[in-house]
């Protein structure tokens, strides 16, 4: 990856509480913005203000970090769009990863061990993923799928570790507790954490940045 400023941006809002955020390394020094809560998000905006903080235009960013989903629909088609406007017209390299490795790297600070990352996708579903979190970052272990509740019940299985927005439905947190599961609930996930554990970015291409929704299922099993 470049050794020069790294944009990172996420338009998923995971934990419903930043319908945009970006953040910008400039060597040591991270900035971060993201929009409020509630709020009209104004990702252009975020991103100006934090290449003006840093002494920076937009077009000194060789290289951009984003998040694809699943997650919040409108954010995502314009996070992404305005991603591959920067691929096309500014010649950046793209870093793309899955919501939940973004989800899945806050059980880092645990300690090394197997999580389970898990997103509410209505109609008695949800999002699954499975990684080896350690010294090495966030490393994949299972694909992604969008199960049944009971089949992602069973996947994740008893004394399994579970991370997942605080905003998880009851009934599905009741769920995996039934059977001895440990839930990890979280808030303010952000574009920040894509610089805070190693995750398994991907080079993507302007083809590959196809959003992943909530709604329905994008890995079908």
């Known amino acids: ?10 338009g998923s809002n995971l ?10 390394r400039v ?31 937009p077009a ?26 920067l691929q096309r017209f500014g010649a950046v390299e793209v870093h793309a990863v899955d919501s939940l490795a973004l989800l899945a790297a ?13 997103l509410d996708a209505r109609r008695d579903r949800v999002h699954w993923q499975a990684f080896d979190v ?15 509740l009971a089949e992602a019940v069973a996947r994740v299985g008893a004394g399994g570790f579970v991370v997942a927005p605080a905003a998880l439905p009851a009934a599905l947190q009741a769920a995996f507790a039934a059977v001895g599961a440990e839930l990890a609930l979280h808030e303010r ?10 995750l398994p970015f991907a080079l993507a291409a302007v083809a590959d940045l196809e959003p992943r929704y909530l709604m329905g299922s994008y890995v079908e099993d």
């Open 1 to 10: 990856m470049s050794d020069g400023p790294v944009l990172a941006l996420s």
């Open 15 to 24: 934990t419903g509480d930043a319908p945009f955020s970006a953040a910008l």
């Open 27 to 57: 060597g040591a020094a991270l900035h971060a913005a993201a929009s409020p809560p509630g709020g009209r998000g104004d990702l252009a905006g975020l991103v100006a203000g934090l290449c003006a903080t840093a002494g920076l235009t």
């Open 60 to 85: 000194d960013v060789r290289t951009v970090r984003v998040d694809v989903g699943p997650g919040s629909y409108t954010g995502l088609r314009v996070a992404l769009t305005f991603v591959r406007f």
């Open 106 to 118: 806050r059980a880092a600070a645990a300690g090394p061990r197997r999580a389970h990352a898990v």
């Open 134 to 148: 350690g010294p090495t970052g966030v490393v994949v272990a299972a694909p992604a799928a969008a199960l049944p």
């Open 189 to 198: 996930v952000v574009a920040a954490e894509m610089f805070a554990t190693p």
